[in-house]
């Protein structure tokens, strides 16, 4: 069974005016389309991996066939990175309960981990994401360039924040500071919480 793009769950332009309409269909419909039908078509050469889940097949790139490898790592990539990074875009939500009190006990306090997180994504030196994830039962702020994925390195990511320009750059143009900085009024902490005790067991 192929792989299917995503429904948002949402409307383009529901997390106006941080994140615009425009771009938003651009980028689900344009990009993350193209991701998806890339993995498929990279996956037709070797139809076995179909019966395995994408997070399954980024968690382990060193079983894909080499012939594939490449073009798995990048379209699997992009493929699960947006995936989640749609499922943790909301509005008019709060961090709270248990994540709360580990980012302050991981962090020092909630500005802290903003400043540590802004602060990694605005250094980010070309493409890629900035992440949240649990390593070892602890809270890790990580970054990969293009897309890969902190799966691949056996950490789970809860949170995301895509810093390609594509997503960012008709509203924001070069100013990827404003950008970050309006991505912390739209995350849904809800989503982000619940992927926070599944990861926690």
């Known amino acids: 069974m192929t792989f299917e793009l995503p429904d948002l769950g949402y409307g383009f332009d529901a997390l106006e005016p ?24 990279a996956l037709e050469k070797h139809p076995e991996l179909f019966d395995k889940s994408a997070e399954e097949i980024i968690s382990d790139l060193d079983s894909v066939p080499e012939d594939i490898k490449g073009a798995v790592r990048n379209n699997c990539g992009g493929y699960v990175n947006h995936a989640l990074f749609w499922q943790i875009l909301g509005r008019g939500k709060e961090l709270k309960g248990k994540l709360k009190e580990s980012v302050e006990k991981e962090f020092g306090s909630f500005e802290d981990f903003k400043k540590d997180f802004g602060g990694r994504a605005a250094t980010l030196f070309g ?75």
């Open 18 to 41: 941080w994140i615009d309409a425009k771009t938003m269909g651009i980028h689900h419909d344009k990009h993350h389309k193209t991701y998806t039908d890339k993995f498929n078509a």
């Open 127 to 201: 493409s890629g994401w900035v992440w949240l994830v649990v390593s070892n039962g602890k809270l890790e702020i990580v970054s990969t360039t293009n897309q890969d994925s902190p799966l691949s390195e056996g950490k789970t990511p809860i949170l995301v924040l895509d810093v390609w320009e594509h997503a960012y750059y008709l509203k924001y143009q070069n100013k990827r500071p404003d950008y970050i900085e309006a991505f912390f009024s739209v995350i849904n902490w809800d989503k982000v919480g619940e992927m926070y005790e599944k990861a926690r067991g």
